[in-house]
């Protein structure tokens, strides 16, 4: 493996239309997620420092975190040509504490459950580094075997001293298993808080509405000028006017924000905050939970949506509690290697857990029909004001309906001519009554008198409206 | 409207659909100032003349705004109140020339004079006491000015302008819509009024309705720079993809739709708001004005994002048909689901978004019964 790799990174920094972000919030903790990420390496788990990963002590640890980087770089120093370097890690925190009732001995077989019996020889070069700055002068634990060198690097903050072992020399046709011995039982001191830490959750109750709040805390000596990047979801629209008032704005600029669109893109925020010296600084976006389609939700609807980290990049300026600051590095030796100074820190926070409100599954069907029904309800009525007309008749008559009338009519048809015509008359008689000759509707005088006293109303009223204007 | 309720109500989904909701006015006008391209997001769906006028509004009016609202209410109750007088002394005239028609069984059925006063004050009584256009003032939705318009187009109708009236019905329809189906009534009376001119009637409303949308829309364009806005407005309320509940049909019926009826049903829907603009408007040619307030109680009730200040302003014109009140049926009934379904629907909406303790099912089921109601009545 060369380590003295050139980035080749320019071309991709430059053209930002390259840049691609995405977000998986959440993955179950599985063994299947391990295989494929081993499959990767040189020699699988047969052989080398792999054959360490067993899946029981891995996933019954504290934290894991599984990782590939990819980037490209150029191939020599012309950097005629790229090519992709490939990034694995595997970071593991464990608790040796607890079961060692107080000591902190840790050894590769107890953490690993088996101790390291090969190396892949495909490898070029295959090391183990543990760090002992902390044990100055070999005073809190004793490593076995003894490490092959110590590498000193940095100083301050950036002092670090590395263990290094070479995993195939100490191999040798043995087994190899490194154990350090402590001197006393572990006391828990304090430990030096992060330079800058985050936390975001939800607030607010009920699936309406709610607001992602973020607390970023310096705890350093130094302002930090922070860049927060959200990538949200569109089931969560933001209303970011009530926490981006003119006050708010004053310590905080929203440098890029891409609204999202239902169903075809999420939100893109992101916001540069200056936060002084060990203080505080609270961000918050307010959003409302859209209700979805129903064959939107996840199987589990009720459980909730899971909303990615946001993205916190801040430039330190000390390099204190930085594991690696050296970004340009290809090896792990050039990366475990502090550099003075300013130190880019990534951090991601928390991802979130929302709920939104949801339909009942089970019932399109009845949903659908009910919606329908009213919709028939009105157009029921309607069609029949608008086809059917309203027809007085003679209320006196009581003359058989028309359907009888009909069967009259046919009878009478099988008549003779004369009697057709005698039939046309009786016809005609039965034709409904205008208001006007309905013999019923003769007290004419009563609604004169009516008209006559409106009449004279609107006289009055008019006469009474030119007097008032006349003044 | 300054007491801790009016936040409240602001954010009830009976009163502020995504349509009309002022919130979501200020988050327009704030990504506006921000030089964001607000009709390219899923925020703001309101007209680019309403994006305008709102960041006026805020900028220079931000402290009297709620007696901005609570003044374009009673604006709006005092051309309703006009338009109720000259409707009605219109009426008694027809009455009068007709009287000796009726039948004298009928006279209790007959417009009195006196009701020519009563009937006024009804209607400004109904618009300003109406539970649903308090609330929706002092939740200060967009429909308080698209009811002030409707309102404008009203009187303007009834008091003969026909240039006036196309104005205003393309503004209104420029702002939600659906009113556009008010212009088959203007034109219906305007030619009524003005038999012996009778292309003259039917052109100075459509003419004046078609330039005047025609500079709306150039100007919204100059002003959201693109036609984008269209998508976002239009498109927004034909294809109803937000689908929050409100007290309309749309939104549960569409959450439960399958994917490939989609389209077919929202046609249907969004047909079945203008289908009775025909129908009726042949039946009850006579009357424009009723079929006016017909028409507008059933987009009311057949828009996509329906609010009750919509519901608010038809009821409140119905007054204008007192002496009618007798041939109404299942008043009582109605009357009761009214009643019942404005105070269960914020009930089963808290049970079922704050307490978790019912679904949705029971909010859906108050607002099919509101809907039922006001079909019925209608």
Same mark, same amino acid.
């Given at each position: 493996?060369?380590?003295d790799?050139?980035?080749?990174t320019?071309w991709?920094?430059?053209?930002?239309?390259?840049l691609?972000?995405a977000?998986?919030?959440?993955?179950?903790?599985?063994?299947?997620n391990?295989?494929?990420?081993?499959?990767?390496l040189?020699?699988?788990?047969?052989?080398?420092?792999?054959?360490?990963?067993h899946?029981?002590?891995?996933?019954?640890?504290?934290?894991?975190?599984?990782?590939?980087?990819?980037?490209?770089?150029?191939?020599?120093?012309?950097?005629?040509?790229?090519?992709?370097?490939?990034?694995?890690?595997?970071?593991?925190?464990?608790?040796?504490?607890?079961?060692?009732?107080?000591h902190?001995d840790?050894?590769?077989?107890?953490?690993?459950?088996?101790?390291?019996?090969?190396?892949?020889?495909?490898a070029?070069?295959?090391?183990?580094?543990?760090?002992?700055t902390?044990?100055?002068?070999?005073?809190?634990?004793?490593?076995?075997?003894?490490p092959?060198?110590?590498?000193?690097s940095?100083?301050?903050?950036?002092?670090?001293h590395?263990?290094?072992?070479?995993?195939?020399?100490?191999?040798?046709?043995?087994i190899?298993?490194?154990?350090?011995?402590?001197?006393?039982r572990?006391?828990?001191?304090?430990?030096?808080?992060?330079?800058?830490?985050?936390?975001?959750?939800?607030?607010?109750?009920?699936?309406?509405?709610?607001?992602i709040?973020?607390?970023?805390?310096?705890?350093?000596g130094?302002?930090?000028?922070?860049v927060?990047?959200?990538?949200?979801?569109?089931?969560?629209?933001?209303?970011?006017?009530?926490?981006?008032?003119?006050?708010?704005?004053?310590?905080?600029?929203?440098?890029?924000l891409?609204?999202?669109?239902?169903?075809?893109?999420?939100w893109?925020?992101?916001?540069v905050?200056?936060?002084?010296?060990?203080?505080?600084?609270?961000?918050?976006?307010?959003?409302?939970?859209?209700?979805?389609?129903?064959?939107e939700?996840?199987?589990d609807?009720n459980?909730?949506?899971y909303i990615?980290?946001?993205?916190?990049? %801040?430039?330190?300026?000390?390099?204190?509690?930085? *594991?690696?600051n $050296?970004?340009?590095? #290809?090896? =792990? !030796?050039?990366? &475990?290697?502090?550099?003075e100074?300013a130190?880019?820190?990534r951090?991601?926070?928390?991802?979130?857990?929302?709920s939104?409100?949801?339909?009942?599954f089970?019932?399109?069907?009845?949903?659908?029909?009910?919606?329908?029904?009213v919709?028939?309800?009105?157009?029921?009525?309607?069609?029949?004001?608008?086809t059917k007309?309203? %027809?007085?008749?003679?209320i006196?008559?009581?003359? *058989?309906?028309? $359907?009888?009338?009909? #069967?009259? =009519? !046919?009878?009478? &048809?099988?008549?003779?001519?004369?009697?057709?015509k005698?039939?046309?008359?009786?016809?005609?008689?039965?034709?409904p009554?205008?208001?006007?000759?309905?013999?019923?509707?003769?007290?004419r005088?009563?609604?004169?008198?009516?008209?006559?006293e409106?009449?004279?109303?609107?006289?009055?009223t008019?006469?009474?409206?030119?007097?008032?204007?006349?003044? | 409207?300054?007491?801790?309720?009016?936040?409240?109500?602001?954010?009830r989904?009976e009163?502020s659909?995504p349509?009309?909701?002022?919130?979501r006015?200020?988050?327009g006008?704030?990504l506006?100032?921000?030089?964001?391209?607000?009709?390219s997001?899923?925020?703001?769906?309101e007209t680019?003349f309403?994006?305008?006028?709102?960041?006026?509004?805020?900028?220079?009016?931000?402290?009297?705004?709620?007696?901005?609202?609570?003044?374009?209410?009673?604006?709006?109750?005092?051309?309703?109140?006009?338009v109720?007088?000259?409707?009605?002394r219109?009426?008694?005239e027809q009455?009068?020339?007709?009287?000796?028609?009726?039948?004298?069984?009928?006279?209790?059925?007959l417009?009195?004079?006196?009701?020519?006063?009563?009937?006024?004050?009804?209607?400004?009584?109904?618009?300003?006491?109406?539970?649903?256009?308090?609330a929706?003032?002092?939740?200060?939705?967009?429909s308080?000015?698209?009811?002030?318009?409707?309102?404008?187009?009203?009187?303007?109708?009834?008091?003969?302008?026909?240039?006036?009236?196309?104005?205003?019905?393309?503004?209104?329809?420029?702002?939600?819509?659906?009113?556009v189906?008010?212009m088959?009534?203007g034109?219906?009376?305007?030619m009524q009024?003005?038999?012996h001119?009778l292309?003259?009637?039917?052109?100075?409303?459509?003419?004046?309705?078609?330039?005047?949308?025609?500079?709306?829309?150039?100007?919204?364009?100059?002003?959201?720079?693109?036609?984008?806005?269209?998508?976002?407005t239009?498109g927004?309320?034909?294809?109803a993809p937000?689908?929050?509940?409100?007290?309309?049909?749309?939104?549960?019926?569409?959450?439960?739709?399958?994917?490939?009826?989609?389209?077919?049903?929202?046609?249907?829907?969004?047909?079945?708001?203008?289908?009775?603009?025909?129908?009726?408007?042949i039946?009850?040619?006579k009357d424009?004005?009723?079929?006016?307030?017909?028409?507008?109680?059933?987009?009311?009730?057949f828009r996509?994002?329906?609010a009750l200040?919509?519901?608010?302003?038809?009821?409140?014109?119905?007054?204008m048909w007192?002496?009618l009140?007798?041939?109404?049926?299942?008043?009582?009934i109605?009357?009761?689901?009214?009643?019942?379904?404005?105070?269960?629907?914020?009930?089963?909406?808290?049970l079922?978004?704050?307490?978790?303790?019912?679904?949705?099912n029971?909010?859906?089921?108050?607002t099919?019964?509101?809907?039922?109601?006001?079909?019925?009545?209608?």
């Amino acid at each position: 493996m060369k380590c003295d790799i050139k980035i080749y990174t320019l071309w991709y920094a430059e053209n930002s239309s390259f840049l691609r972000y995405a977000a998986l919030p959440r993955e179950n903790v599985c063994t299947e997620n391990l295989t494929p990420w081993k499959k990767l390496l040189p020699c699988d788990t047969r052989r080398g420092l792999a054959m360490l990963l067993h899946p029981a002590p891995l996933y019954t640890a504290h934290y894991h975190a599984l990782s590939i980087h990819l980037r490209p770089t150029c191939q020599d120093e012309s950097c005629t040509s790229s090519h992709l370097e490939l990034v694995q890690a595997l970071s593991l925190v464990q608790n040796p504490t607890v079961s060692m009732e107080g000591h902190q001995d840790w050894s590769l077989r107890q953490l690993f459950s088996a101790p390291l019996i090969s190396t892949c020889p495909l490898a070029s070069m295959s090391k183990v580094y543990v760090d002992v700055t902390t044990n100055k002068d070999r005073q809190s634990f004793i490593l076995y075997p003894e490490p092959d060198s110590i590498d000193v690097s940095g100083s301050g903050d950036s002092l670090r001293h590395l263990a290094v072992y070479d995993a195939r020399q100490a191999l040798n046709n043995d087994i190899f298993d490194l154990e350090a011995h402590y001197q006393s039982r572990h006391v828990y001191g304090l430990i030096p808080p992060p330079h800058l830490h985050v936390s975001r959750f939800v607030t607010g109750y009920g699936q309406e509405g709610g607001s992602i709040t973020v607390k970023l805390t310096n705890t350093g000596g130094q302002p930090l000028s922070v860049v927060y990047l959200e990538v949200l979801p569109w089931y969560l629209r933001l209303f970011l006017h009530t926490s981006h008032t003119h006050q708010q704005m004053q310590s905080a600029y929203m440098s890029k924000l891409v609204t999202a669109r239902d169903r075809e893109r999420g939100w893109l925020y992101e916001a540069v905050v200056e936060i002084p010296a060990g203080a505080t600084k609270e961000l918050s976006l307010e959003f409302t939970r859209a209700l979805l389609k129903w064959l939107e939700y996840p199987p589990d609807a009720n459980h909730g949506f899971y909303i990615p980290a946001a993205t916190v990049s %801040v430039v330190l300026p000390t390099p204190r509690n930085v *594991s690696v600051n $050296s970004l340009d590095g #290809t090896c =792990l !030796k050039d990366k &475990l290697i502090l550099n003075e100074g300013a130190s880019f820190v990534r951090i991601h926070t928390e991802t979130l857990l929302v709920s939104l409100p949801t339909p009942d599954f089970s019932m399109p069907y009845n949903v659908i029909c009910l919606a329908c029904t009213v919709v028939a309800l009105a157009f029921g009525p309607i069609h029949n004001i608008t086809t059917k007309k309203l %027809v007085l008749k003679k209320i006196e008559d009581k003359a *058989s309906p028309l $359907s009888k009338l009909l #069967t009259k =009519l !046919k009878s009478l &048809l099988k008549r003779s001519k004369m009697e057709e015509k005698e039939t046309k008359g009786t016809d005609n008689k039965q034709e409904p009554v205008i208001v006007e000759e309905n013999p019923l509707y003769d007290d004419r005088e009563e609604l004169e008198d009516i008209k006559e006293e409106e009449e004279s109303e609107e006289d009055k009223t008019a006469s009474e409206d030119e007097n008032k204007k006349d003044r | 409207m300054n007491t801790p309720w009016a936040e409240c109500i602001a954010k009830r989904v009976e009163l502020s659909t995504p349509l009309n909701s002022w919130k979501r006015v200020e988050e327009g006008v704030f990504l506006h100032s921000q030089g964001i391209a607000v009709y390219s997001g899923g925020v703001f769906h309101e007209t680019p003349f309403c994006l305008l006028f709102g960041g006026f509004l805020i900028r220079s009016w931000q402290s009297y705004l709620h007696l901005i609202f609570v003044g374009c209410d009673l604006l709006t109750a005092a051309l309703l109140a006009s338009v109720a007088s000259s409707y009605s002394r219109q009426l008694l005239e027809q009455q009068k020339n007709a009287v000796s028609q009726f039948a004298s069984d009928a006279s209790h059925l007959l417009l009195t004079s006196s009701a020519l006063g009563t009937g006024v004050v009804y209607v400004a009584a109904a618009y300003l006491f109406c539970p649903y256009t308090i609330a929706s003032c002092v939740a200060q939705t967009t429909s308080v000015f698209a009811n002030l318009i409707i309102a404008a187009a009203f009187a303007s109708m009834v008091k003969g302008y026909p240039v006036i009236f196309g104005t205003l019905v393309a503004l209104v329809a420029y702002q939600s819509f659906y009113p556009v189906c008010l212009m088959v009534p203007g034109i219906l009376f305007f030619m009524q009024n003005d038999s012996h001119n009778l292309k003259a009637a039917l052109l100075k409303p459509l003419l004046s309705f078609l330039v005047s949308l025609g500079l709306l829309m150039v100007i919204s364009a100059e002003v959201a720079g693109g036609w984008e806005f269209l998508e976002a407005t239009y498109g927004f309320i034909l294809a109803a993809p937000d689908l929050t509940p409100n007290i309309g049909l749309f939104w549960y019926f569409f959450t439960e739709m399958f994917e490939h009826f989609r389209l077919f049903f929202l046609a249907t829907f969004q047909i079945n708001a203008f289908v009775y603009v025909l129908p009726l408007a042949i039946r009850l040619r006579k009357d424009p004005v009723l079929l006016a307030t017909a028409l507008l109680a059933f987009t009311a009730v057949f828009r996509s994002y329906p609010a009750l200040g919509d519901v608010g302003i038809y009821l409140s014109l119905l007054p204008m048909w007192k002496h009618l009140y007798p041939f109404m049926r299942q008043t009582f009934i109605v009357g009761c689901m009214f009643v019942a379904t404005s105070v269960l629907g914020p009930i089963m909406y808290n049970l079922w978004i704050f307490s978790g303790s019912a679904n949705a099912n029971f909010y859906f089921a108050v607002t099919l019964a509101f809907n039922t109601a006001q079909v019925m009545q209608g």
